[in-house]
């Protein structure tokens, strides 16, 4: 009979967990190769300019070095992402500070720095721009012409395509207005971007290294060498945190040592230290964010118009994907009669923009819900009522048009965090102490929702495979390119696998993303990892059962081969194949006696009732939405106008939990960087330079920092998942830096709009306050407009 008990919802030890602790795990700067040579880049030192001259000092031996140029390029000039406008090498014009312009290696990594500073570069210097408002002007056109000059993207989304009929406006009681900005910030990853590359004129590209996305860096060697899919292999190592930040620059560093392989001939290693990781890669967009809200006297949200724009820097690189799901999210968890966004995606001379944990979603609910505290303000309610009277439940329709079908209960949610957070009797208690003390004390909190899964149509179009191969020995391995980088997916795909076919834990393997042997199961982004690609690995699994049905124990086959994918998986069900480990192994070693190998696949397929129409911007935007509340304590010192947050709350619906412990970490450390992201992380650009490239100076929250933070999770199992498992990753970075400025706001009765937040701001908007004696309130038609919150 079966002994394995059920491992989905327990927290076994990471697969990776031993290797890494021990030593034995290989990042790619451990990795040497036979006669490898280094590389470094030289990289532009203005924003924006035409080359005019290249000059290598004649005191270095240039012909120990290889140095490759755009010439040197045998495909295409282009690194793609999206588009094509972003180049591979410079060639007669650079548009960002950091852009590459030459390649060197070298057998002497020592020698690389001084030979990059001896290569002297002249340009004829352009006017650059530098933030959203600038290239709103077009005085300056850096990318693009006409109508979409400066300007990579832009969406118009309008629930059920209908736009807001002027009456709605005329008739409210109460219109509201709010502008709210947020900065850029760094993924901050503890290894730094590195590859290693080789190339042979009969095998074509090999690239290992450091990444997310193994398959979008095939497609970019693909064009630069005019190689087929099948001659540019890409092999992850193990990878020290990504965050976003290896999602589509790899593809960048990945070509730049590829082609120094080719020319050197030899096997070159590309790593970046921390002031060139931090100065040339993407870091998350700058944005601004307005709204405009018509409110009833009762507290009914009537009608809402967002205009949302984010800074895409040079080139467009991810940013239509960013502001795409900036923009569904925008509405937040609410019902809006009738809502508008508009959106866009402008270019600055600026190092490009890319991917970061939460991907246009914290920038948009961000600005919703300290707008919403400010709509509560107005209409004289409290901020928990004013969402209670709008929240979404099953059975609405969202801002996209899609109707939840899944149970959703914000309601609950919000009850259930604000209790376990002690919430009304701290907000009493800090407004009976504050008046008396110099640290003002403060409670607030955010409610919101993040889809799992790439956006719309995305997933159909990814059109994900995962394989299960039976290895010679007779265990299950698992065959994906998702990869792992800290976040847990070797071991929750691994639990998902032994729990669907019955099997203990440490008997399941899973494969070195390696794409010469391994499916593209699409990208390792969007919070689609445990859903998208775990529901895979279950069919695989089930698919493998089937299989072996006939050469299992007669007890076990009739329940496998009568079984069909439609009646549920094992995880879903609650129902076991009936058979021991030592059958499984029996079974499959006979399978591959008699057939040889053994591969079972599972291709995505669309869930029914699941359409996304890109023309009209609506539809089902997500399968499935995960919902949280979060509740932040703060204080502010009035000596020292630090903001330092004391406590910190989270509450989260995220369907099944498929490993507890791996569940809460990465809450935790969403809730970290969204400290970071509201009251500390600041870029400092200097003539579109990141003058803060450094640990010493770009600031970011320590361990002595982080407040105690309390996990908790409702479970509601999706039919879209695993065991009913839906999107994890990128959900604890939306909600704190709101909650946080939320809770700012009560402390100190001060508004703040912009993140981050430091005590220089703090300092400047409190003297403001202080010496005007109050907010400004400006009356206008229909009801007065608030250009800014009352206090």
């Known amino acids: 009979m079966a002994t394995t008990s059920h491992i989905v919802g327990q927290s076994p030890p990471r697969k990776e967990g031993a290797a890494k602790v021990l030593g034995r795990a290989q990042y790619v700067d451990d990795i040497t190769l036979p006669e490898m040579w280094f590389g470094a880049t030289v990289r532009s030192t203005i924003p924006r300019g035409r080359i005019t001259s290249i000059n290598f000092d004649p005191s270095l031996p240039w012909q120990e070095f290889t140095i490759v140029s755009a010439a040197d390029i045998p495909g295409e000039n282009t690194i793609v992402h999206l588009s094509k406008d972003h180049p591979c090498l410079a060639v007669t014009h650079v548009n960002h500070a950091e852009e590459p312009i030459l390649l060197l290696a070298h057998p002497d990594r020592s020698l690389l720095p001084a030979a990059v500073a001896a290569v002297h570069i002249t340009y004829e210097e352009l006017p650059a721009i530098y933030t959203i408002e600038d290239s709103e002007k077009k005085e300056q056109i850096i990318w693009g012409e006409g109508e979409h000059a400066n300007t990579f993207k832009t969406y118009l989304m309008q629930k059920n395509q209908t736009p807001i009929p002027e009456e709605i406006w005329e008739k409210a009681d109460f219109i509201v207005e709010g502008e709210y900005r947020t900065g850029a910030q760094e993924q901050l990853y503890i290894e730094n971007n590195g590859v290693i590359a080789e190339y042979s004129a009969a095998q074509g590209v090999t690239v290992r290294g450091s990444m997310q996305c193994p398959f979008y860096l095939v497609h970019a060697l693909e064009l630069v060498f005019n190689l087929p899919a099948e001659k540019c292999r890409v092999i992850q190592t193990e990878t020290g945190g990504a965050f976003g930040g290896k999602e589509d620059f790899p593809s960048v560093i990945g070509s730049h040592a590829a082609l120094l392989a080719m020319k050197s001939g030899h096997p070159v290693k590309l790593c970046y230290d921390r002031a060139e990781d931090m100065a040339a890669t993407t870091k998350r967009h700058p944005s601004r964010t307005r709204h405009r809200t018509a409110v009833s006297k009762d507290g009914k949200l009537l009608a809402g118009e967002i205009d949302f724009a984010i800074d895409g820097g040079a080139y467009a690189t991810l940013s239509p994907v960013v502001l795409s799901r900036g923009t569904i ?404 970075m939306d909600g704190p830096a709101p909650a946080i400025l939320n809770a700012l706001e009560h402390a100190t009765n001060i508004v703040f709009t912009e993140i981050p937040l430091l005590p220089e701001d703090i300092f400047e908007r409190m003297t403001h306050v202080h010496a005007s004696g109050t907010e400004s309130l400006n009356p206008d038609i229909a009801g007065p407009i608030f250009s800014e919150a009352t206090v």
Request: glycine residues 8%; contains cysteine; negative net charge.
């Open 329 to 732: 999210h925008a509405p937040g968890p609410y019902h809006w009669p009738y809502i508008t966004v508009r959106a866009k995606a402008m270019a600055t001379n600026i190092p490009p923009h890319g991917a970061f944990r939460g991907f246009g979603a914290p920038q948009s609910i961000f600005a919703l819900e300290r707008h919403m505290d400010k709509i509560a303000k107005v209409v004289s309610l409290t901020p928990e009522e004013l969402r209670r009277r709008n929240f979404l439940s099953t059975g609405d329709r969202t801002g996209t048009g899609q109707l939840l079908r899944d149970p959703v209960d914000m309601q609950h949610l919000l009850t259930r965090a604000l209790e376990e957070s002690n919430y009304h009797a701290k907000r009493e208690q800090f407004d009976r102490e504050n008046p008396a003390s110099t640290i003002k004390r403060g409670i607030g909190f955010a409610s919101f929702f993040h889809g799992a899964g790439f956006t719309g149509s995305g997933e159909r179009r990814l059109n994900s495979v995962v394989a299960i191969e039976l290895t010679p020995e007779g265990q299950p391995r698992i065959l994906v390119s998702s990869t792992e980088f800290g976040q847990g997916t070797n071991t929750i795909l691994c639990q998902v696998a032994a729990e669907t076919l019955n099997l203990p834990y440490d008997q399941i393997l899973i494969a070195q993303p390696d794409t010469s042997y391994v499916p593209n199961s699409g990208p390792t982004v969007a919070s689609r990892t445990a859903m998208i690609v775990g529901k895979l690995v279950e069919r695989a699994a089930q698919s493998l059962c089937a299989t072996l049905a006939p050469f299992l124990s007669s007890r076990s086959a009739p329940f496998l081969s009568s079984r069909s994918e439609a009646e549920g998986s094992a995880v879903s069900s609650g129902a076991s194949p009936n058979y021991t480990p030592e059958e499984f192994r029996r079974a499959a070693l006979d399978y591959l006696a008699r057939h040889g190998a053994l591969r079972s696949e599972a291709r995505y397929e669309s869930p029914e009732n699941i359409f996304w129409d890109d023309e009209t911007y609506s539809g089902e935007a997500y399968p499935a939405y995960a919902w949280a509340v979060y509740v932040a304590e703060v204080a502010v010192d009035t000596t020292t106008y630090t903001a330092t947050v004391t406590n910190f709350h989270t509450l989260q619906e995220v369907g099944k939990v498929l490993h507890p412990i791996l569940a809460a970490g990465q809450i935790e450390g969403g809730v970290a960087q969204g400290i970071g992201y509201a009251l500390y992380e600041k870029c400092l650009w200097q003539n579109g330079h990141l003058a803060n490239n450094q640990l010493t100076n770009y600031i970011m929250p320590t361990s002595a920092d982080i407040p105690p933070i309390h996990v908790s999770f409702e479970e509601v199992p999706s039919p879209h998942g695993p065991g009913g498992a839906k999107g994890i990753g990128e959900l604890p």
